[in-house]
């Protein structure tokens, strides 16, 4: 997983949760760090306004500016996609649900990665407020029980969520496309693994407390 970087030196990857907590990154300060930590919040942002926009889940966001700018690839790794179907506030054609939205991000944010002066786009971006996908509970809450049992055990445990995942993928210039493509999807693939081995994690956690109950 850490060596993905590695094999893109010419591109900048970076792969955080809905907390901007680095699970990934290809960042070598804290300035680059930072510009590629403000991207994933607009990318949050983005992936939040599709939802008050009843767009549904988005699941990847592209970015161009033209021969030699910046391009931006986002990937957004989020279980709920799978789970929910989507909502729309009218009835929509049956190619409606594979449209991912497009929506804009300012140039300054994407240049931040290339250029020395990348602090400045850090500093401009709100921090959404989303509650931590790490407090999901792998355990329902169960009304009917007064006190725990030997059937209580027997009960059906609610499978945890994994946490959504949102991947950054930046190349300094449109001809660097098809690698970021590629990048892109290599770092889908590292996604989906940190999030199955989070779920079996969560779900041998569960195990021990119903056993050291």
């Known amino acids: 997983m850490t060596s993905l970087p590695y ?3 010419t ?3 970076h792969l955080s949760d809905r907390n901007l907590h680095p699970i990934l990154t290809s960042a070598h300060s804290n300035t680059q760090l930072e ?3 403000s991207l994933a919040t607009t990318s949050l942002t983005a ?11 988005p699941q990847r966001l592209i970015v161009e500016h033209g021969p ?4 931006l690839m986002t990937s957004y790794l989020d279980p709920a996609a799978v789970s929910s179907p989507p909502k729309y506030h009218h009835p929509a054609p049956s190619t409606a649900a594979h ?3 497009a929506v804009a991000l300012p140039v300054d944010e994407l240049a931040a990665i290339s250029l020395a002066d990348a602090s400045d786009a850090a500093q401009d971006s709100p921090k959404p407020h989303h509650e931590s996908p790490s407090k999901t509970k792998s355990r329902p809450h169960t009304r009917d029980s007064a006190a725990p049992s030997a059937k209580s055990k027997d009960k059906p445990r609610k499978n945890p969520t994994a946490p959504m995942l949102v991947g950054i993928v930046v190349a300094n210039t449109a001809e660097e496309a098809l690698e970021a493509r590629r990048a892109a999807v290599r770092l889908e693939r590292v996604a989906r693994e940190v999030q199955r081995e989070w779920v079996a994690e969560e779900r041998e956690r ?6 050291s109950g």
Request: no cysteine.
């Open 68 to 71: 030699g700018h910046p391009v």
């Open 47 to 57: 992936h939040s306004a599709a939802h008050r926009l009843a767009l549904g889940h």
């Open 7 to 9: 094999q893109h030196p």
């Open 99 to 101: 449209t991912t939205p």
């Open 206 to 211: 569960g195990y021990d407390t119903d056993e």
């Open 35 to 37: 510009a590629l930590t």
């Open 11 to 13: 591109l900048s990857l």
